[in-house]
């Protein structure tokens, strides 16, 4: 035993100032900094450890909290990594905004593909192409089912035409492209589906504003769910909670255990979420491919992406924690030793 | 060590608990509360234990009035009492030595010096060789013995006692007093509530009797 430390036969050593006082200094003289933080580090070690033999002594039970968790975790995110994987069809929603420019009949190739390449310099289009009277004849013919009464035309109706394709797909910005493009030469019309725009922005914030109601939702089924978990370990933790505080254990030791085992909940099913979403994903990605392989894409749905996967991760852990501790700091005062 | 001064407890139902209670007990004293259920025997133990406040009046222990002390400070002022409960309030979930070892873990001592410490503490008991049994296989006698190493572990300046001799035949009543005396031979304040009267004058220490919260004796049991 070390020198200065209160012995069974200096039991009255102790006794002077106030309680935390004497204690601290009977620790401080004694123990020193570094025994102390030896100590702290120690009761966290035993804290977790002791959490986590807890939850493996149950495993069916802590399963299940983590499978709610991590489906309540894999919602919200894997709606998330679908739209992240529909807006990838970036290409395809930009081509939905293309703008059209009908050139007059006689404007000839060669002034055509002038125009394509001056267009191609301005700063709001990503991409331009040129489709000849010719090339515009073959497609009709190749898709409408007409080939063979277009032959018998004894001119070509179709003009030359430019396909814009914007940078950005905002309204303002592409009404004033299309009023820009429509003033060119030679352009007799120039086409923009705008409805088809407004729709589909319509589509996109909807989904966001739903996926963040849901995200709110199951938040807050999260936190529930860990806050009566804890709740239940506290129930069962009464008598040990009032021996502990009788013999002079801090809130904050109380509270230790129960907020470890917040996290272990909230790793668990920041895991299974992973899981979740990589497998589903994987597993959806089957009917995926052969649907777009049906429309000649070569689509198919990304996984979690790393980064994801660990915000999910850290996401879940720290709702696990927030989840404890609301649970024991709602519970700590009905602790008291009775 | 201990100072009582017009110390009045009043619930809010109107029951009043201690009545302008006045007492003083010295360092490494050995006394006895008693009195009939409802007297305030319980009450005392619970203002000296911080789990409830006076009303009014000055409560001093080791200096510290414990009318005005802080929640804060409550658990480092838990940590210098000892307390026995009647009902041993033993965790049946962990074994002998674990149960023993739960204050020094609180205080964040080193393991060796922990195992040093409780195995001391088991051998004043007489239950050294039980460490590992958990608490449900021992005796009601050895479970009492269990709760009182517990509370002498971290070697208290006071150790408070709750009836703890009301389950106990006469015979293990007796030893778990010896085992208190030899705990106060070591310097240790202790301060047991009993209603066994035969029981306290065999020890032939100071006895305060209380009464419906007041006090109407103070003096060597006989």
Redesign the interface.
């Known amino acids: 035993?070390s020198a200065g430390r209160?012995?069974?036969?200096?039991?009255?050593?102790?006794?002077?100032?106030?309680?935390?006082h004497?204690?601290?200094s009977t620790l401080s003289d004694t123990r020193g900094f570094r025994?102390?933080l030896?100590?702290?580090l120690?009761?966290h070690r035993?804290s977790c450890k002791d959490s986590l033999s807890r939850l493996v002594r149950q495993p069916l039970g802590s399963f299940f909290t983590c499978l709610v968790m991590a489906v309540a975790l894999s919602l919200p995110m894997g709606l998330a990594l679908l739209l992240e994987n529909v807006s990838q069809l970036g290409g395809s929603w930009q081509r939905a905004a293309q703008i059209s420019l009908f050139l007059e009949l006689d404007s000839g190739d060669t002034y055509g593909e002038l125009l394509r390449d001056k267009i191609a310099e301005h700063e709001h289009v990503a991409e331009v192409q040129w489709i000849s009277r010719e090339q515009a004849l073959a497609e009709f013919q190749e898709h409408s089912g007409l080939g063979e009464a277009l032959r018998e035309l004894p001119n070509n109706p179709l003009p030359g035409s430019i396909l814009v394709t914007p940078e950005v797909i905002d309204k303002e910005t592409l009404v004033a492209l299309l009023d820009e493009l429509k003033s060119l030469p030679k352009v007799e019309q120039a086409q923009l589906d705008l409805m088809w725009i407004e729709r589909l922005a319509a589509i996109l914030q909807m989904g966001e504003h739903f996926i963040f109601a849901l995200s709110v939702l199951l938040i807050a089924a999260l936190l529930l769910v860990v806050g009566n978990t804890i709740r239940l370990h506290i129930e069962n933790r009464r008598?040990?909670i009032?021996?502990?505080?009788?013999?002079?254990?801090?809130?904050g030791?109380v509270r230790r255990p129960f907020l470890y085992m917040g996290v272990l909940y909230g790793f668990a099913g920041g895991i299974l979420a992973w899981l979740l979403l990589a497998f589903g994903l994987e597993w959806l990605n089957v009917s995926v491919v052969q649907l777009a392989q049906l429309y000649g894409s070569e689509f198919s749905l990304s996984g979690v992406p790393i980064e994801d996967g660990f915000s999910l991760l850290l996401g879940a852990v720290l709702l696990g924690y927030i989840g404890a501790w609301l649970a024991v700091a709602r519970h700590l005062r009905e602790l008291?030793?009775r | 060590m201990i100072r009582f001064e017009q110390v009045e407890k009043r619930y809010p139902n109107g029951h009043v608990g201690l009545h302008e209670l006045s007492f003083r007990v010295r360092r490494g004293e050995f006394l006895f509360v008693t009195g009939h259920s409802g007297a305030g025997k319980s009450t005392m133990l619970r203002l000296l234990l911080a789990m409830e406040r006076p009303t009014s009046g000055k409560l001093l222990l080791a200096g510290q009035d414990l009318a005005k002390i802080t929640n804060s400070q409550i658990p480092f002022l838990r940590r210098q009492i000892g307390v026995v409960f009647q009902n041993h309030q033993l965790l049946f979930d962990r074994s002998v030595f674990a149960n023993v070892a739960l204050p020094l873990q609180i205080l964040g001592l080193p393991q060796e010096e922990i195992n040093q410490r409780v195995s001391l503490a088991l051998e004043r008991v007489s239950l050294k060789e039980k460490a590992l049994q958990a608490p449900a296989d021992l005796s009601t006698g050895q479970q009492q013995r269990v709760g009182i190493a517990r509370a002498i572990v971290h070697q208290p300046a006071l150790l408070l006692a709750d009836e703890p001799t009301g389950n106990l035949d006469p015979r293990l009543a007796a030893e778990i007093m010896s085992v208190f005396e030899d705990i106060n031979q070591l310097g240790t304040t202790v301060l047991i509530a009993s209603h066994d009267l035969a029981l306290i004058a065999r020890m032939r220490q100071r006895m305060l009797t209380l009464q419906r919260g007041r006090l109407i004796g103070d003096g060597e049991a006989v």
Do not use: F, H
């Not at chain 1, 009255?12 to 309680?19: D, M």
């Not at chain 1, 009032?242 to 809130?251: A, F, N, R, S």
């Open positions: 035993m209160v012995t069974p036969d200096q039991p009255g050593e102790r006794v002077g100032a106030t309680a935390k004497q204690v601290a025994n102390q030896r100590a702290w120690e009761s035993a008598v040990e009032e021996v502990i505080k009788l013999v002079g254990g801090t809130d030791y008291s030793p």
